[in-house]
């Protein structure tokens, strides 16, 4: 009786301890600053950024990280791999890429001094819909007083891999925060006062859609060309079946703003924001619940794989997810 007792109780905290491993766990890191964007190219490999120049890469699935000096102070706005080896970080006025899987990173220049007149370039995202053809998007700021203030939308793309950019005219002036691509023709970009842009020619033109809303919108995924969903500001979720010709709020209880969205595959989907809020669907974007995050703080960065995902936010917040 006691030996059967003992296996009980042992499958018992074996079972719990495999549990503890599973979902949202908040790890503990000597990582700096608030952090705004993470991207893994595997389980084991991966990084996060932030204010300041922030930079940190881990090979063993974020048990330790390294610290790269990029020697910058402009703040990392966003980390985008569009292979092993090619990657790039979009920080400020400034863009880095690498090509040999983050183990360096070059400060490239992708636009002429003086092209913006008095103002400066504020890069806040990038993506590539193929090899050659890649965009970067956010705003032109421009010194107003102590301040500088939003004066135009940026739009720019390249044809040759990154080597060489040029400027697209789209129908905006306002600030511009985040892009996806379907890796077909079809493309998305979304940003302040409820805008969302559409193009179905591979981003050579770009067409206003319908958001229903004025709200900040910080977020797009898109996993097909019709099923698509964007977070933003108080707890906005959109959602659309048909590439965006009409968008429908999806009404929920949350109003703590949405930072960003990934769906892992078809149907899973997460996004995070403020005050530790994370979200889980299962529906394809449908419906959406509350999700253990065990952190109050503001969560900025998402990265989602069907087996694996990372968070990180303000004050250094790390959490990762296993399935």
Known sequence: MRAIIFVFVFLGLFISGVSAQTG??????SLKGDLVAVFFTSSEKGWVAGDDGYLASTKDGGQTWT???????????????????NGYLVA???????????????????????????????????????RKRGYVI?????????????????????EDGGDTWRRITVPSKTELFHLDFDRNQRGWIVGDGGLILASTDEGNSWN?????????????????????CIVGKGGTIL???????????????????????????DKIGWAVGYSGLILRSTD???TWMRQESNTHERLYGLYMDKKYGWAVGAKGTTLSFKK
Do not use: C
């Open 67 to 85: 610290p790269y000096p990029l020697n910058t102070t402009e703040n990392i706005n966003e980390i985008y791999f569009r292979n092993d080896d």
């Open 208 to 228: 206003k859609q319908n958001s229903g809303t004025t709200m900040s919108l910080y977020n797009v995924d898109f996993r097909n060309s019709t099923e698509g």
């Open 284 to 286: 394809r974007g449908v």
């Open 138 to 158: 956010g705003s032109v700021l421009k010194k107003s007083g102590d301040e500088e203030v939003v004066v135009d939308s940026l739009v720019m793309r390249t």
């Open 92 to 130: 400020g006025r400034k863009m880095f890429n690498t090509h040999d899987g983050g183990k360096t990173w070059q400060d490239i220049r992708i636009y002429h001094s003086g092209e913006f007149g008095a103002g400066r370039p504020e890069f806040l995202s990038i993506r590539f819909s193929d």
């Open 239 to 265: 959602r659309t079946e048909n590439g965006g010709m009409t968008w429908r709020q999806v009404a929920t209880n949350f109003k703590e703003s949405l930072m960003r969205i990934d769906f892992a595959d």
């Open 24 to 29: 949202w766990v908040l790890r503990s890191s």
